[in-house]
């Protein structure tokens, strides 16, 4: 079965500074990968998503994220953080179970902090 | 604007009471989720149903009841039997049937938040 490990359960950072969450994941066959921002007690809001075509992954507010078969990860990434960008990430991998149903396999999720 | 719309936004039970929490999309979408969020846990699948009048039990299922009467709404009441109901449930959707479009991104609603008292 598929699995999706968030590495960091916190990630702090200064505004202006590049921000990394890590994320790793198993799968036996091609994966689609996702990342969601949650802000506080609201729903999920899809950053980004990769379905195998180009590995490198633009989203909105400036994230992207990389595809990296050989290493399992895809990490999300941006240059320059905002405090805006505070919020909790969660790194989900489409998951097809025994009766050919696709379901989303969620991490625990990353906090990132931000601070002035 | 289509979207997700869950109600209410906060909600309390007594001990022993079954309440229900209302998810409604716009969004023409086939298939409806719930999700219980808990602290450092991620999201966990509760029931999730690909058209009208079918559902299946998601990973954690046990105390919960959902029905499918509509294609636009996905109710979920937590019964009594659920021991530990304190938590943040969000409901999803996504586009089409699962087994065709596994690349398709879900929509959620803003959430419920529920606490025994």
């Known amino acids: 079965a598929q699995s999706v490990t968030q590495l960091d359960s916190h990630v702090s950072v200064s505004e202006g500074t590049p921000v990394l969450l890590r994320c790793n994941y198993s799968?036996?066959?091609?994966?689609?990968l996702f990342w969601y921002v949650q802000h506080p007690n609201k729903g999920l809001q899809l950053l980004l998503k990769?379905?195998?075509?180009?590995?490198l992954v633009k989203g909105i507010n400036g994230f992207e994220a990389e595809f990296k078969k050989s290493e399992t990860s895809f990490h999300l990434t941006k240059p320059s953080a905002h405090m805006s960008d505070a919020a909790e990430y969660f790194c989900v991998v489409s998951d097809l179970d025994t009766s050919g149903t696709y379901k989303y396999i969620f991490g625990t999720g990353t906090r990132l902090k931000v601070l002035a | 604007d289509g979207g997700i719309t869950q109600s209410p936004k906060y909600l309390f039970r007594k001990e022993g009471q079954n309440v229900t929490l209302s998810c409604e999309q716009n969004?023409?979408?086939?298939?409806m989720y719930w999700y219980r969020q808990d602290p450092g846990q991620g999201l966990r699948l509760i029931y999730y149903s690909q058209i009208v009048n079918d559902f299946q039990k998601g990973d954690i299922a046990e105390g919960y009841s959902v029905s499918r009467e509509k294609k636009e709404s996905f109710p979920l009441t937590v019964t009594s039997a659920q021991k530990n109901p304190t938590a943040f449930y969000l409901c999803?959707?996504?586009?089409?049937?699962?087994?065709?479009?596994?690349?398709?991104?879900?929509?959620f609603g803003q959430g419920t938040r529920l606490t025994v008292v």
């Open positions: 999803a959707s996504t586009l089409g049937l699962g087994t065709v479009v596994g690349n398709t991104e879900a929509f």
């Open positions: 990769y379905t195998s075509a180009a590995t």
């Open positions: 799968s036996s066959y091609s994966p689609s």
């Open positions: 969004l023409n979408h086939d298939a």
